[in-house]
């Protein structure tokens, strides 16, 4: 079973930073943040490929980026600045074998437990 360990988030008054770190217990091709709020969906922020390649959601788009930390995808960092009050959430760590898109996240077979990110106006 892979286990994902997430750390960082914390609390952060709007146009602050903060930086997310998931680390894996073995490779997975697919890693990706994810937030959830109460009473809504889970939905995708920031997806890191095997390769480089990252997406994001449009209301992250400029403003956070996913990186690779270490060889084969072990670390992510999602670095998060000029943050707002709506992005405030329970932020997820999920990972996929294979190729998943981020806008399912029901696809994603292995989950983090979960760190709160709160902005502050």
């Known amino acids: 079973q892979v286990q994902l360990q997430e750390s960082g988030g914390g609390s952060v008054q709007a146009g602050g930073s903060l930086r997310l770190s998931c680390t894996a217990s073995?490779?997975?091709?697919?890693m990706a943040w994810f937030r959830q709020v109460p009473g809504k969906e889970r939905e995708g922020v920031a997806v890191f490929y095997t390769g480089g390649r990252t997406y994001y959601a449009d209301s992250v788009k400029g403003r956070f980026t996913l990186s690779s930390a270490a060889e084969r995808n072990l670390v992510v960092i999602l670095e998060m600045h000029s943050l707002k009050p709506e992005d405030t959430a329970m932020y997820y760590c999920?990972?996929?074998?294979?190729?998943?898109?981020?806008?399912?996240?029901?696809?994603?077979?292995?989950w983090g437990q979960g760190t709160q990110v709160t902005v502050s106006s």
């Open positions: 073995e490779y997975q091709y697919t």
């Open positions: 999920a990972a996929a074998p294979g190729w998943e898109d981020f806008s399912r996240a029901r696809s994603f077979r292995y």
